[in-house]
């Protein structure tokens, strides 16, 4: 039996309507494990999907090797089996599904008690994933611990954090036992004990005998793989060993331009208005049955002030954030005061959005994609998940404005959900940034970016600060990323605050 698990040799694939990835040749041998990088955002997802089979190969010659293994140590088949059976994808976006199997989980669904109950928990999904083999090596109990998910398991998974969400996807990927497992960006949203964590999990997955390729940024590949592919715009693909990275990631570095004058003009648009307190929280506990979320939260955010807020996964921030964005009904049981209104004052949740700017995992997850990218970032004047009224050619001018500013104005009449998750996430922040608010909630929102959009985007960030008079809050687990502008930190730890300081 050969030792090639997967030969792409000149292939072709269709996606959204478009043959792509033309003339495109690809090889892993047994042994290797490999990472996908560079700046070209849909070569590299577009060969993930390739290996796992969700796009079409319309040309070229296709190889997989790793099928005819599994085949030989499997011999009795499922009627159900397909080639693409023994490969897992741990993707940027869960399908998650209710208990009553009606719907879809959404949005709102973590914040209310009466719609959290029809969402499965940690092991009701993960007990109903079936292995491929039939001896599998990674069973629920050695999964669990290696994940370590065990205070996780009674929890209903629409009430995941979005870091601990990444690693029951990971844990649902590996019950299945695959030859192949795909990884899209697997470290966004792990805190830093779960990254650190992870780089152990990975050579354990490859020491099982299964072949890890994952899409991840140059500074965060794991000691397990042995290759990287490196895809930028304009450029073919090329292939190294991950010890020869160090050259192309040097060359491939490109500085960072921001339009100054069109932000400034942009901002300008808009006044702020004033307020003596964005935010001003006493005391708040928030609970869900006998568990505790959020426990005495004290906290008062100044207009003007830039904070970071951080915490381990779960730690209660986005709860916290929800409070603030009216997304969640608990805030009217407790002492809570946003744009110098007391909640449950006669206010609205429109009162409330109407002076925020937000971006969240959790958006991006449940975010409808039938529209626009266009549609999409007008309907931030809104706070609307979509637009659903006439465009308004004013903002729909100031959009597409946004969108040259984070450069991506040519697919300003793309579907949203036909564009790469990060051009997905740029249309999100547009979105927020549309109507100049006073406050700006920005909850890691550099998901993917490679390390120009990181820059670019701080730069947009420092700029906004340094013109007006808007507020910032910004959750992140990477340091890098935050903005210099942000002088204050707020922490959590287990729901509790245990810092709040410059």
């Given amino acids: 039996m050969t030792d090639v698990i997967l030969s792409f040799e000149n292939i072709a694939v269709r ?6 990835l ?19 955002e849909t070569g590299k997802h577009l060969l993930l999907d390739a290996i796992a089979g969700n796009v079409p190969i319309v040309s070229g010659k296709a190889h997989f090797g790793f099928y005819e293994h599994y085949q030989q140590q499997n011999p009795v088949q499922s009627p159900r089996f397909l080639w693409q059976k023994p490969v897992s994808i741990v993707s940027s976006r869960h399908c998650f599904s209710s208990l009553s199997g009606k719907e879809t989980l959404f949005y709102q669904q973590r914040y209310n008690a009466a ?26 109990d050695k999964v669990v611990v290696a994940l370590r998910l065990q205070h996780l398991l009674d929890k209903e998974l629409i009430k995941l954090s979005n870091g601990e969400t990444k690693r029951v996807l990971l844990a649902t990927a590996l019950l299945r036992n695959p030859s192949v497992l795909l990884l899209d960006n697997p470290l966004s949203g792990l805190d830093v004990g779960a990254r650190q964590s992870f780089n152990q999990l990975i050579t354990a997955i490859t020491d099982s005998g299964i072949t890890v390729v994952m899409v991840t940024s140059p500074d965060e590949i794991p000691d397990a793989i042995t290759h990287v592919a490196v895809w930028n715009k304009g450029q073919e693909m090329v292939a190294m060993l991950k010890d020869q990275l160090t050259i192309g990631k040097q060359k491939n570095e490109q500085p960072v331009t921001l339009d100054r004058a069109g932000l400034a003009s942009l901002l300008s648009a808009t006044a702020t208005p004033s307020f003596e307190a964005i935010v001003k929280m006493e005391n708040v506990s928030i609970k869900y049955g006998d568990k505790t979320v959020l426990d005495d939260i004290s906290w008062e955010v100044k ?3 830039k904070w970071a807020l951080v915490g381990h996964n779960g730690a209660g921030k986005s709860t916290l954030l929800s409070l603030i964005n009216g997304d969640n009904p608990q805030a009217y049981a407790n002492n809570i005061t946003l744009f110098d209104r007391r ?15 937000f971006v969240s995992p959790e958006l991006f997850q449940y975010f409808p994609g039938g529209q626009s990218c266009r549609d999409v970032i007008e309907s931030g004047f809104y706070d609307s998940l979509g637009l659903y009224q006439e465009s308004d050619p004013e903002k729909r001018a100031v ?3 946004w969108m040259e500013l984070f450069g991506i104005e040519a697919l300003a009449a793309k579907p949203f959900s036909n564009v790469t998750a990060t051009t997905q996430r740029l249309c999100l922040l547009a979105r927020a940034l549309v109507k100049n608010p006073p406050l700006l909630i920005l909850d890691e929102p550099c998901h993917g970016f490679n390390a120009g959009q990181q820059r670019h985007f701080k730069s947009v960030i420092n700029a906004i600060c340094e013109a007006g008079d808007v507020t910032l809050i910004y959750v992140s687990h990477y340091q890098h990323e935050i903005p210099e502008c942000v002088t204050r930190v707020i922490q959590l730890e287990n729901g509790r605050c245990i810092s709040t300081a410059p």
């Fill in 15 to 20: 996606s959204m309507g478009q043959t792509v």
């Fill in 22 to 40: 033309n003339n495109t040749t690809f090889e892993i041998k047994k042994g290797e494990h490999w990472v996908l990088t560079g700046d070209n």
């Fill in 115 to 140: 719609y959290a109950v029809d969402a499965p928990t940690v092991t009701q999904h993960l007990s109903e994933i079936i292995p491929f083999p039939d001896n599998p090596f990674w069973t629920l």
């Fill in 303 to 305: 207009q003007g002030e």
């Fill in 343 to 357: 909640r449950g004052s006669g206010e609205s949740i429109w009162d409330i959005k109407r002076n925020i700017g």
């Fill in 399 to 401: 959009a597409l404005r």
